[in-house]
């Protein structure tokens, strides 16, 4: 089976930097999945990782440790607009994606 | 646009009423999935295609659920006589089913309640 655990919520200032930790228990891994969701819409990818390290993409980075089962999403200079739900996710073989329950970040002012 | 498109975006129905979804993925892509989230959880899988097959179907799809995809293009989802536990929001996602884990892309929903 597959376990996923992440924070409930998390608040930060605007301009700071913010890591939002993802655990996982798999019985076969094929990489861990971001992704960011809006209240109300539809969630959008924001990163895979499948090899151990860090992977940069602009603000965000994600950086996976596949012998601890840990992965963690680093969002830099903070915005109002990274309010939104972040979710950690595995493939289950090819297909299917297990999710956490998603982690709820609030920027404040 | 040409992301993945959900119709209709809202529903509501009274308690053992059927009700059906769309959904239009992007056009090359040849696996679709239908996900269904409640307030505070991640998406939970319900059911997935490669083209026209479905391949899978999770145990939380009960048989008051059908899913069909006839032309490996748009796919509906219906669920017969509704209940409360119904009520949710339906997500589709698409992809290219290159083989690895590709990358699912999501529609808007289709946000069900259930009176």
């Known amino acids: 089976g597959q376990n996923i655990d992440q924070p409930t919520e998390m608040t930060a200032t605007e301009g700071a930097i913010v890591q939002i930790n993802c655990t996982y228990q798999t019985s076969g891994f094929n990489g861990l999945f971001w992704y960011q969701q809006h209240a109300g819409e539809a969630p959008t990818f924001l990163s895979y990782?499948?090899?151990?390290g860090l992977e940069e993409k602009g603000r965000f980075s994600s950086f996976l440790s596949r012998s601890k089962g840990y992965s963690y999403l680093l969002l830099k200079e903070l915005q109002m607009k990274d309010s939104a739900s972040y979710l950690c996710?595995?493939?289950?073989?090819?297909?299917?994606?297990?999710f956490g329950k998603g982690t709820m970040l609030l920027v404040s002012p | 646009d040409t992301g993945v498109s959900q119709n209709p975006r809202h529903k509501i129905t009274k308690r053992g009423q059927n009700v059906t979804f769309r959904c239009d993925p992007i056009s090359e892509h040849n696996r679709l999935y239908w996900y269904r989230q409640t307030l505070g959880q991640g998406p939970e899988f319900l059911t997935y295609f490669q083209n026209e097959a479905q391949l899978e179907k999770s145990r939380l799809l009960s048989d008051r659920f059908s899913a069909e995809r006839p032309k490996g293009s748009f796919s509906t989802l219906e669920i017969q006589r509704t209940e409360q536990g119904d009520s949710a929001m339906y997500l589709c996602a698409s992809s290219l089913g290159a083989g690895t884990a590709d990358t699912q892309y999501f529609g808007p929903g289709t946000r069900l309640t259930v009176l």
């Open positions: 996710a595995t493939p289950r073989g090819y297909s299917t994606l297990t």
């Open positions: 990782n499948v090899l151990d």
